[in-house]
């Protein structure tokens, strides 16, 4: 059933940043946006109007996290990169079977619907039980099963059945395309040149998109980098830059890679929180932005992180970058929005969300004005109401949310899974992975 809402504000995430003031988005009865406008300028419309109080906005795109790690949480928060992966990550993922996955995959996806999060691009194991926790809570999500070298696990298996299933079910699949497949090779450390080489080619022969943890620590690729000059030399070398590449993190880039990523289209996946947590880095966000690569914002896991509120990441993408460039304007509070919203989807690949514009998913969070950040209220210069939302309010006051259309979360809780018996779940799992 087509719907129109109106709220007091809405931000449509469009390059400029706009504000617009008592205006309307229509939705299509098939999940997507017809029409978004001053209610002054509106068509005639004869369905159902839903008028809201406070803000309207795209839904946020986180473009990289581990979402299942919800049952990691807490596990090794003090170790270094490298220490917390071989000492902690790997050995408790090792003891997880594919329900606990689906378990994990609900309730980070319930956090993050929670929080204004419509899309996340997943990179973890079973891929199939994060898609059916992903299409239970109503979320949206990208999934790019990974492509490793660790003992008992031969890549090449991995990616025959990654092959299987793309071509079984297509790269895009579930109610208002909510599910599209991928590649996760994890890092040029983890899988060597010819398994890099093999994705590249499997993944641009289908049109896919290749996730990549790329230069996330100083000390990660060593060998790599001392053999090809950097990591992503050696990633455009084997193929990988040639079609959809989403790289994560890229903290430790030269100003060449920086103008070999925007040559090939790559897109950057910046997580903040998780970067600083684990002190690998600052990303050259200035320098990114400045070369035209697209760059999206990502919490990483929630083990690393250790939540899944990209609202902190805006926040927090904003405040290192002025930190790292001695500048408190290098990164405005429109520009770390727009990093969330249109940013990530640009970055993956998606111009049919992360904005409000005619044609795109009708993904859509509702923020209303309960909260001391908002106490000045709405009649306030534009860019006095951005920065109230993004540096004062963040996720605490998000209230409803829909993907393609559908209410998946009201009043702050979801619409489809009872919070409270999956964090059960969760504690029972984490519980044995402790035994």
């Known amino acids: 059933m087509s719907r129109r809402f109106h709220a007091p504000v809405v931000l449509p995430a469009d390059p400029a940043c706009s504000v617009l003031r008592s205006a309307v988005v229509d939705v299509t009865d098939d999940g997507r946006i017809g029409f978004v406008g001053p209610e002054a300028d509106a068509p005639e419309f004869a369905g159902e109007v839903t008028r809201l109080g ?13 979402s299942p790690m919800t049952l990691l949480r807490g596990m090794g928060g003090d170790l270094p990169l490298l220490r917390w992966l071989h000492e902690i990550i790997w050995p408790a993922e090792a003891k997880l079977k594919p329900a606990d996955v689906r378990t994990g995959m609900l309730l980070g996806s319930v956090e993050m619907l929670r929080h204004g999060v419509t899309t996340s691009a997943e990179m973890y194991f079973e891929g199939e039980q994060l898609v059916d926790a992903v299409l239970t809570t109503g979320g949206r999500t990208l999934v790019a099963p990974p492509v490793m070298e660790l003992p008992g696990m031969d890549w090449r298996t991995t990616l025959q059945a990654i092959e299987r299933w793309i071509d079984a079910d297509g790269l895009r699949f579930g109610p208002a ?65 040639a079609g959809r590449t989403l790289a994560a993190h890229s903290i430790h880039l030269s100003d060449e890679d920086i103008a070999l990523f925007a040559a090939r289209g790559v897109g950057m996946a910046h997580c903040p929180g998780s970067n600083a947590k684990l002190a690998s880095g600052i990303a050259r966000v200035k320098e990114l932005r400045a070369a035209g690569v697209a760059v999206g914002l990502g919490t990483d896991g929630p083990a690393s992180n250790d939540d899944l509120d990209l609202w902190e990441e805006v926040q927090l993408s904003a405040m290192l970058a002025r930190l790292a460039t001695n500048d408190s304007t290098v990164l405005t509070a429109a520009d770390a929005f727009l990093l969330a919203t249109r940013g990530g989807a640009e970055a993956l690949g998606r111009p049919d969300f992360g904005a409000l514009e005619p044609g795109r998913w009708a993904d859509l969070v509702h923020v209303d004005l309960d909260d001391p950040a908002f106490a000045a209220g709405l009649d306030v210069p534009d860019e006095q109401l951005l920065s109230n939302l993004v540096w004062a309010a963040g996720s605490r006051r998000v209230r409803d949310v829909w993907v393609g259309g559908e209410r998946v979360v009201a009043a702050g809780e979801s619409t489809r899974v009872d919070r409270a018996e999956v964090q059960a779940s969760v504690a029972d799992t984490a519980a044995r992975l402790r035994a």
């Open 54 to 66: 406070g803000i309207l906005l795209p839904g946020l795109v986180n473009t990289h996290a581990h």
């Open 177 to 241: 395309d909510r599910i599209e497949l991928g590649y996760g090779p994890h890092s040029a450390y983890m899988l060597n040149p010819d398994g890099l080489r093999a994705v590249a080619e499997s993944a641009a022969a289908r049109g896919a998109l290749v996730q990549i943890h790329v230069a996330e620590a100083a000390n990660e690729d060593l060998a790599q980098r001392e053999r090809h000059g950097s990591v992503p030399k050696l990633l455009d070398e084997v193929g990988i830059f």
